[in-house]
Every structure is written in structure tokens, then in C-alpha cells.
């Protein structure tokens, strides 16, 4: 989507390994979010941001971490990987927070 | 604490029928309601919003929503479906408070005949 941007769009990493994913946005929009997707579950929240520097957790954050330096970034990071972990990673902007979001196109990450 | 659910995982529809798609949801206030699609492979569009006035809202792509407060219901409908329209729909649901997450049901996933 024009604005926001995922990557990388593919990774298979290996268990126990570390994993940063990067959204990047160009909207300069104060809220980012981390969402999961997994079949029957819908979109999950990991964590989110409402500000550099400002982070929170969201209902699914074990295991996971986030850093958000500059207004435009917003990274993920597994720490060590796990086989649950494979998913497909959204990266979500807002500019007033709940009157909607913008997504990125997402990042399928495989772990093995 | 808000939730969302979508009570259909899977619904087919032949091209050319009309489509209802449920959401119901438990929030304590005026919710901000949405529904998204999702075609394979991509991102999550927004079709529609709710946030007051109107309790029907017209979307992109033909479809609309209506809110009904005392059934705490926000279904999607269109009236004539198009082969292009399978994909995966997600309701969700936005707090007015805290940092305003969006809270999204299982999803939907529609399958069209020709």
C-alpha cells in the first residue's frame, strides 16, 4: 500500500534464531501497529506505538519485542525464533488511532 | 472488554446473489465499527466504517453495512455478488479511549460461483 511498507515480504528462518521485521511509513502518522494473522484467529495484536519511543504490548506480545526510534520506523523483533511464531506479520498505520488503519502488504515468516 | 465475532467461517454464494456477512460485537460504548477485505496474498483493505450518524453506511465496491445498537450487530451486505468479490472479510471493532487498537474477528471467507 502506498505509504507504508513491509520487509522483508518473505523470510524462513531457523529456530532459535533472532528475527527483526521492519515497517517503514511515509504518511508521518504518530500510531504503528504489529498484528499476527493465523487461520481462525483473525488479526492478533503484538504491539503497537503511539509515539517514537512510545510502545505498548498488545493481547499476543510474548516472545516479541518492538523499538521505534523515528516516527516513520516501527521494528519487530522475535528474539528467538519459535515454530509458533510462524505467521503472517502485519504492520499497521494510523494517524488518529481509532478511526481506522492503513496496512502493509505483509511478511510471511516461516520458522523451521 | 471488546470483542468481535464473525459467526461464519466459510460462506459460498453464486455470482449474482445478494450477500450477508455477520459481525456482532461487545463493547460498553458507541463502538467505531469496520469491516475490511483481504484478497489472497494481500493486505487489508477498508470497505467501510462506522463512527455515528447513519446507521447505514455505504462502502466501496457496492457494499454497505448496517449498525443495529440493540442487536450490537454491524452485517455486511451487498446485493449482487461478483466473482471478484471472493476474499476474506474481517469486522473489527475500535475504542474510543486508551490508544484506540483495533480489535478484528476471525474472518470470513467468501467463495463465489459462476
Known amino acids: 500500500d502506498a505509504g507504508i511498507t513491509q520487509s522483508p515480504r518473505h523470510k524462513v528462518t531457523e529456530t532459535g534464531t533472532p528475527v527483526t521485521l521492519r515497517c517503514h511509513q511515509t504518511e508521518n502518522h504518530r500510531y504503528m501497529y504489529w498484528y499476527r494473522q493465523d487461520p481462525g484467529h483473525g488479526l492478533r495484536l503484538i504491539h503497537y506505538?503511539?509515539?517514537?519511543?512510545?510502545?505498548d504490548k498488545g493481547e499476543v506480545s510474548d516472545g516479541y519485542s518492538v523499538s521505534r526510534s523515528k516516527t516513520e520506523d516501527f521494528l519487530l523483533t522475535l528474539e528467538s525464533a519459535t515454530s509458533s511464531q510462524t505467521s503472517v506479520y502485519f504492520c499497521a498505520i494510523s494517524e488518529t488511532g481509532g478511526y481506522g488503519y492503513t496496512f502493509g502488504s505483509g511478511t510471511r515468516l516461516t520458522v523451521v | 472488554a471488546q470483542s468481535v465475532t464473525q459467526p461464519d467461517i466459510h460462506i459460498t454464494v453464486s455470482e449474482g446473489a445478494s450477500l450477508e456477512l455477520r459481525c456482532n460485537y461487545s463493547y460498553g460504548a458507541t463502538p467505531y465499527l469496520f469491516w475490511y477485505v483481504q484478497s489472497p496474498g494481500q493486505g487489508l483493505q477498508l470497505l467501510l466504517k462506522?463512527?455515528?450518524?447513519?446507521?447505514l453506511v455505504q462502502g466501496i465496491k457496492g457494499f454497505e453495512a448496517e449498525f443495529k445498537r440493540s442487536q450490537s450487530s454491524f452485517n455486511l451486505r451487498k446485493p449482487s455478488v461478483h466473482w471478484s468479490d471472493a476474499a476474506e472479510y474481517f469486522c473489527?471493532?475500535?475504542?474510543?479511549?486508551?490508544?484506540?487498537?483495533?480489535?478484528f474477528g476471525a474472518g470470513t471467507r467468501l467463495a463465489v460461483h459462476p
Open positions: 462506522y463512527f455515528s450518524g447513519d446507521t
Open positions: 473489527a471493532v475500535g475504542a474510543t479511549g486508551g490508544y484506540n487498537k483495533l480489535i
Open positions: 506505538s503511539y509515539g517514537v519511543k512510545d510502545t
